[in-house]
């Protein structure tokens, strides 16, 4: 860049950083930073838009246009060649912009007698605040240089908008942070709760926009660079060879540390004028704009390890470390852009919801925030960008959605459903020791899901006849390396314990997919969902499901001792997993160690054609349990992940029902147990549902056991059945509005 140019850009940001440290209004201080602009960079015009809302722009100030259009002249995102701009977050540069596709023409404005056109979005950190225009009678192309500069400034404006200078009556801005917002995303856990926000990575604040000794401050940022690499080359050192992803991570965060070009770009935002911290976070919101434009996986992972990097980057500049001083509010809920379950287990009980950017409905941390009885909601798009620490929020884990500083009346209805299902959990309470006994007399065994000793004492308190599903992988995946048999087996000696003699169905490790152990190879699958998962890696890798077997059979020490295996798919795969148990039975008694009193060897029907094993396979298996989840997304070839497809199809459709219908019978041929375990066992209309089809046991997460049981006991199982095979009868493909119409007329308790 040419030092007049340099010299120009660092003048101006001076100027607009003593502009703002001047007293007025917002639209005073707007309006002399489009005049500011205009002379710096000789344009006949200067131009700023700000979001109205997430979808119109307006135009807040402008030097050379009609004064009169100010505040009145809209665009929508995406309209005319400032919605461009905003809307792909790139600069648009062109010599001609009445030619220019797109342009539209605003007769209010009088620019229809300027030609050059440059255009670059004001943003921060990913999220589009505005757009900021100069334009010329002239026909020429700005420069690089000029739009570089532009760029710049645009990044201090935002700034600027962040903290609210330009907020006040006379602009009617909104002040960033202080306006209720809703936020949608996508239910990980369900249930309600009202807090204050508690964010899991505080924001870094930067407020020295603009530097005086560019020399000094470039120094202070190699500085800073160097502590980071010598950071990121001490965890590599320590990291083991056999945390593969986790090294994977630190060798992208090293490859960034050291390019040359991350720090060049920096260092040239420093020559143009802007702190070493406002460099690095100008960075860091080009990277995030990037991010949004990528298709490819691989390369976001990339640009996202390069956004992380920035963060500790901003973290040694400014010195602010993730412990910032401030005190964990009464009520948190915790507000991340992603988070492990290790993590999420750290924060315990003490939290009432949370909200992720990121993460999924079937992720670790869902599973956490089961075992917490917290509401989650994950995919809630700028929640972090948005929320600041304390920030009053309400979870509406339901529905998906997120309340950020509601309004009274919105609180207000939230409180009351609170209290309403606070009452209903009392009524539930009440049943706790009552069994799930239909009017007519059908009874059902109510039993819960578990992954880890947070989720045992719900057993007592929530009335479960047993735990249907003891999730054993997640202590191999909260650990970086392989856990020892002895830990294992007293991990599993305490639940056991903790049951207090009730049933505990151990399910062996269930990873891949989704579920991924830092130290174990990952294969490269086109559909992981379809792949390497579950009891295929266990037969795969024979050492570590021997191991965990051993660990299983020492932790019963004479007790009872249920174990499944996940993801059955053909007969000879459940006679071969059932041999390697009765094979390690046989071995520890040869040394001498206490076999369980009873062995019961089930299996997990997760894939249709286990549906179609042979007879002997259902008079070989002990037990049977339905794993809904898997069974239903492979059944309508729907990803359980997928938002597109997922909520497409019914569980309470004819056709699920009727195959449900057929497993069955086929286990009361063979006189085979049979059990329903997933999501849809704990929702009241599918559980009354799945019982009307022939089952006597399902399977739930603990708070959802008392609805279930209230809605059973109030009805008729044989009224049940007969609506549905009348709908059968008269062609019904969907069977929730039958199901609907009979509850709604059931009476109170």
Aim: net charge negative.
């Amino acid at each position: 860049m040419p030092e007049r140019l340099e010299t120009q850009s660092r003048r101006l940001l001076r100027r607009l950083r003593d502009t703002l440290a001047e007293p007025g209004k917002g639209q005073e201080r707007l309006d002399r930073i489009t005049r500011l602009i205009a002379e710096s960079m000789q344009t006949d015009v200067c131009s700023i838009y700000l979001f109205r809302d997430a979808d119109t722009l307006e135009l807040c100030a402008t030097r050379g246009l009609k004064v009169d259009a100010v505040h009145q002249t809209r665009l929508k995102l995406g309209e005319g060649l400032v919605g461009r701009v905003a809307r792909s977050a790139a600069p648009v540069n062109t010599a001609d912009a009445p030619g220019e596709r797109g342009f539209r023409y605003m007769p209010e404005t009088g620019e229809e007698v300027f030609s050059s056109f440059l255009g670059v979005p004001i943003q921060r950190l990913g999220e589009k605040l505005g757009v900021l225009v100069v334009q010329s009678r002239d026909k020429r192309l700005y420069s690089d240089d000029e739009v570089y500069a532009l760029e710049v400034v645009a990044m201090v404006l935002a700034e600027m908008t962040e903290l609210g200078a330009f907020v006040g009556d006379d602009t009617t801005l909104a002040h960033p942070h202080k306006n209720p917002v809703v936020v949608r995303g996508v239910s990980g856990q369900e249930g309600t709760a009202e807090g204050q926000v508690w964010l899991h990575e505080p924001r870094v604040v930067v407020t020295n926009l603009v530097n005086d000794d560019p020399v000094a401050e470039a120094e202070r940022l190699r500085a800073a660079v160097g502590q980071l690499r010598v950071t990121v080359d001490d965890l590599l050192m320590i990291a083991s060879p056999t945390e593969k992803e986790h090294r994977e991570v630190l060798e992208a965060y090293r490859m960034f540390a050291h390019s040359r070009g991350w720090l060049r770009r920096m260092e040239q935002s420093i020559e143009s004028g802007l702190s070493a911290e406002a460099a690095v976070e100008k960075e860091q919101s080009d990277a995030r704009s990037r991010l949004q434009q990528v298709p490819d996986p691989y390369l976001r992972d990339r640009l996202h390890d390069l956004d992380d990097l920035s963060n500790r980057l901003l973290r040694i500049l400014t010195g602010q470390g993730s412990e910032t001083g401030a005190a964990m509010p009464e009520h948190p809920i915790l507000v991340a852009r992603n988070i492990g379950p290790g993590e999420l287990l750290e924060y315990g009980p003490r939290l009432r919801g949370a909200v992720l950017e990121e993460g999924s409905i079937g992720s670790h941390a869902a599973v956490v925030a089961r075992a917490l009885t917290i509401p989650l909601v994950v995919h809630a798009n700028h929640i972090t960008t948005e929320a600041l620490n304390g920030d009053p929020i309400i979870v509406d884990g339901d529905e998906g959605v997120v309340h950020l500083r509601p309004d009274e009346s919105v609180a207000a209805a939230f409180r009351d459903k609170i209290a309403m299902q606070t009452q209903a959990q009392a009524r539930f309470a009440a049943l706790r020791d009552r069994p799930a006994t239909a009017r007519c007399g059908t009874t059902v065994t109510l039993q819960m899901n578990a992954g880890i000793m947070a989720d045992l004492p719900s057993l007592e308190g929530s009335g479960a006849e047993g735990v249907g599903l003891f999730r054993t992988e997640l202590q191999f995946l909260l650990r970086n390396s392989m856990p020892r048999r002895s830990d294992l087996a007293a991990l599993y000696a305490r639940v056991m314990a903790a049951a207090a003699g009730r049933r505990v169905a151990f399910r062996t490790l269930d990873i891949g997919s989704d579920k991924v152990m830092p130290y174990m190879k990952r294969p490269d699958e086109p559909n992981p969902a379809m792949g390497w998962r579950a009891l295929r890696v266990g037969l795969d890798k024979t050492g570590v499901m021997r191991m965990q077997l051993q660990a299983l059979i020492r932790a019963a020490r004479g007790q009872p001792l249920t174990v499944m295996f996940p993801l059955v798919s053909e007969m000879r795969e459940f006679v071969a997993a059932r041999d390697m148990l009765l094979r390690e039975i046989e071995r520890e008694s040869h040394l001498g160690h206490p076999l369980p009193a009873k062995l019961e060897i089930g299996a997990m029907m997760e894939t249709p054609s286990l549906a179609y094993a042979p007879d002997a396979f259902f008079k070989l298996a002990d037990f049977i349990s339905i794993g809904g989840n898997d069974l239903k997304q492979f059944f309508f070839a729907a990803d359980r992940e997928n938002e597109l497809v997922r909520k497409r199809y019914d569980t309470l459709s004819c056709s699920f029902l009727t195959f449900i219908e057929s497993i069955i019978k086929r286990c009361e041929a063979s006189g085979t147990p049979v059990s329903f375990c997933g999501e849809d066992a704990g929702r009241p209309l599918e559980a009354l549902t799945l019982v009307a089809t022939g089952l006597r046991s399902l399977s739930m997460r603990p708070a959802s056991i008392g609805p279930v049981k209230d809605l059973i006991i109030r009805a008729n199982i044989g009224e049940v059945r007969a609506e549905l095979d009348a709908a059968k009868r008269r062609g019904v493909e969907q069977l929730r509005p039958v199901i609907l119409d009979y509850v709604r007329q059931l009476p109170p308790h």
